[in-house]
Each structure stands twice: as structure tokens, then as C-alpha cells.
């Protein structure tokens, strides 16, 4: 979610790829290293989506993932709750982040979900645009299965 012209827009990426080895019981030898591909960007609007792949923005033909892994995963002081700590790499810039997040377990694996935020310019995204916010909330929704 990000505040174009003041107003919250948001989107999706889909095609999640990659593994997830988690275990609450052995946190150190647990890592997370996911990409998503960049150009199934989807805000709900084709015309802009269309625009968000190219260079100023996403550059997908160039950078077509997106990629975010761990280095560190550690528990929390709340029951199913954990530290994430590793860097994210857009349009093949790669930067430190940290995040809460939480894993439920269920019948096929895990549910995580988690929440950070982002400064789009760290990136080269979306240029030197005044109508959008510099900083935007990335929220993950990742299902495995066993």
C-alpha cells in the first residue's frame, strides 16, 4: 500500500517461488528465501499496472523478481510470534529489513503473515514522482504446504 496523490492505493504479486525451511524448535537452522515475479503486478487498474512495469517503476524485462531473504529468524517474547531480520532485492538493489511476524500452524504447514515498510527511492522506484509517498507497507500472506 502506497499513497499516490494522498490516497492509499494498494496492490498484489503472485507467483510466489522459492522455500521456506521453519521450525519453531530450531530457529537457527530456519530460513526463508522467496522471490515473487514483478510483472504480475495488480492494483486493480491494467493501465497503471502496465505503467508499474516499466523502467521508471518495476523495470521488470530487466529485474522480473523480487526477492527477500533471511539471515536471521528469532522467537519473540509471544507464543507464535517471530523476528525476521534479511534483505529484499528490487530492480537488483538489495537492502537490510526487519519484521515482526507470525507463523500459525495448520494441517499442510504454515501460515505466515508480517508487515513491513519500505522507502520506494531506496529501490530507484517510481523515480522522482511527487504524487507518491516515499514510504509504502508491504504486508506478506504466505501459505506453505508440507
Known amino acids: ?11 498484489d ?8 525451511n521453519f521450525n519453531p524448535a530450531n530457529l537457527v537452522n530456519s530460513q526463508f528465501n ?6 504480475t503486478i495488480n492494483t486493480d487498474n491494467k493501465t497503471r499496472d ?11 524485462e530487466k ?3 523480487i526477492n ?16 525476521f531480520t534479511g534483505n529484499i532485492t528490487i530492480k537488483g538493489i538489495t537492502k537490510p529489513i526487519q519484521f515482526g511476524f507470525s507463523a500459525t500452524p495448520n494441517s499442510n504447514g504454515y501460515l505466515f503473515n508480517g508487515e513491513f515498510e519500505i522507502n ?19 504486508t506478506l500472506i504466505i501459505a506453505t504446504k508440507k
Do not use: C, Q, W
Open 50 to 60: 502496465k505503467h508499474l512495469r516499466k523502467s521508471e517503476y518495476f523495470n521488470v
Open 13 to 20: 504479486f503472485t507467483g510466489l517461488k522459492g522455500n521456506i
Open 120 to 138: 520506494r527511492r531506496d529501490f530507484g522506484v517510481g523515480g522522482n514522482s511527487m504524487s507518491l509517498a516515499d514510504k509504502l507497507k508491504v
Open 68 to 83: 527477500i531473504k533471511s539471515t536471521k529468524i528469532i522467537e519473540s517474547t509471544s507464543a507464535g510470534k517471530y523476528f
Open 63 to 65: 529485474y522480473p523478481e
Open 34 to 39: 522467496v522471490s515473487v515475479s514483478a510483472t
Open 1 to 11: 500500500v502506497i499513497k499516490n496523490f494522498g490516497i492509499k492505493t494498494g496492490g
